[in-house]
């Protein structure tokens, strides 16, 4: 089994940055693609982004341009760069494993097996 443990969330202003990290332990996640999503109140979880176990990257179309994913395997560790936040991100993020080996990126929940527990990302106006 995999632990995803995600931090650097906080409160920010609006065209502020925030830079996500999710630690995963218990496999190493090199041949895995990883996922970011996030959830705001009332509403369902959504994609974000996703990368590939050969770093190809997906982004939705609401963060491409501003949000960047990244993965460095030797810390076993998935990134997320934020820039440019609006109050529209305002959510929790996830950040998710798809332990299909060598599977080229998914936006879909259902295809994720192991989560982490989140973390809050507000952006004030």
């Known amino acids: 089994q995999v632990q995803l443990v995600e931090s650097g969330g906080g409160l920010v202003q609006a065209g502020g940055s925030l830079r996500l990290s999710c630690a995963a332990s218990?496999?190493?996640?090199?041949?895995?693609?990883m996922g970011w999503f996030r959830q705001a109140p009332g509403k369902e979880r959504e994609f974000v982004t996703s990368?590939?176990?050969?770093?190809?990257?997906y982004y939705a179309d609401s963060v491409k341009g501003r949000f960047t994913i990244s993965r460095d395997n030797a810390k076993n560790t998935v990134y997320l760069q934020m820039n440019s936040l609006k109050p529209e991100d305002t959510a929790v993020y996830y950040c998710?494993?798809?332990?299909?080996?060598?599977?080229?990126?998914?936006?879909?929940?259902?295809?994720?097996?192991?989560w982490g527990q989140g973390t809050q990302v507000t952006v004030s106006s």
């Open positions: 998710a494993i798809n332990l299909k080996i060598y599977y080229s990126g998914t936006a879909y929940v259902r295809d994720y097996d192991s």
């Open positions: 218990g496999r190493t996640i090199s041949p895995y693609n």
């Open positions: 990368i590939s176990y050969n770093r190809n990257t």
